[in-house]
């Protein structure tokens, strides 16, 4: 089993680039996440979607836009990248209750110059 | 904002030696969780204890939760060098639909 996967694990971008992250979990889990770790700061959420179809913003949603794409796929999308969007980005998925433990990606770490 | 809040942020401690982490929250909560990470990985899910239990046992893992204080602790037993790592405390808030909201985490370096 894969678990959860994404996708470039590393990009450097120049500032005004757009990119997209790429997630993708076979757990058939319910509920996906986007979280931005930064020195010092802990998790933030982004973005999540509970179940295919919807999506909501989290703590940090600016700068960002997210589709879950289908039940196994959420991607991220910085439209004109930001250095202050440097940071390493993580996809986490949660099947059944809300209330259960995240399965996470092994991250992506980019850099906006 | 965070909603946990870990304790120490780094622990320093030699293998065979136990090793204790705290966790403060503000707001009632339906579960608490503790994540591990190790440098350059994902976070690795650990234990998950639910509001109505006060303390409990995986291993070398023993956590405890305290409503009353809006506190959890974690602690290893018998450390290993491979247990160095970050710890998370992640709660889970007793309203509706919600996320897990992420402390800043305790770095604990583990010495042979």
């Known amino acids: 089993n894969a678990g959860v996967t994404q996708t470039p694990k590393f990009q450097v971008l120049k500032t005004g680039q757009s990119m997209t992250l790429q997630c993708a979990q076979d757990?058939?889990?319910?509920?996906m996440y986007w979280y931005r770790q930064d020195p010092g700061m802990g998790l933030r959420l982004i973005y999540y979607?509970?179940?295919?179809?919807?999506?909501d913003k989290g703590e940090v949603p600016n700068g960002y836009n997210v589709s879950r794409l289908n039940k196994r796929e959420f991607s991220l999308r910085l439209e004109s990248a930001a250095p202050s969007q440097t940071s390493v980005y993580f996809c986490a998925s949660m099947g059944g209750s809300y209330t259960g433990e995240l399965f996470f990606g092994e991250g992506s770490r980019l850099t906006v110059l | 904002s965070q909603q946990g809040e870990e304790d120490p942020q780094a622990l320093s401690i030699q293998e065979g030696e136990n090793a204790t982490m705290n966790c403060s929250y503000k707001?009632?909560?339906?579960?608490l969780q503790w994540y591990r990470q190790n440098s350059g990985r994902g976070l690795v899910h650990l234990i998950l204890?639910?509001?109505?239990?006060r303390e409990k046992h995986s291993g070398r893992l023993r956590v405890t939760l305290d409503t009353s204080k809006k506190s959890s602790s974690l602690l290893i037993t018998a450390s290993r060098a491979a247990d160095t790592a970050s710890y998370f405390c992640?709660?889970?808030?007793?309203?509706?639909?919600?996320?897990?909201?992420f402390g800043k985490g305790t770095m604990l370096l583990v010495s042979p």
């Open positions: 979607s509970a179940s295919e179809g919807t999506t």
């Open positions: 992640a709660t889970v808030p007793n309203s509706g639909y919600s996320t897990l909201t």
């Open positions: 707001t009632s909560i339906n579960n």
């Open positions: 204890i639910r509001s109505n239990e």
């Open positions: 757990m058939n889990h319910n509920s």
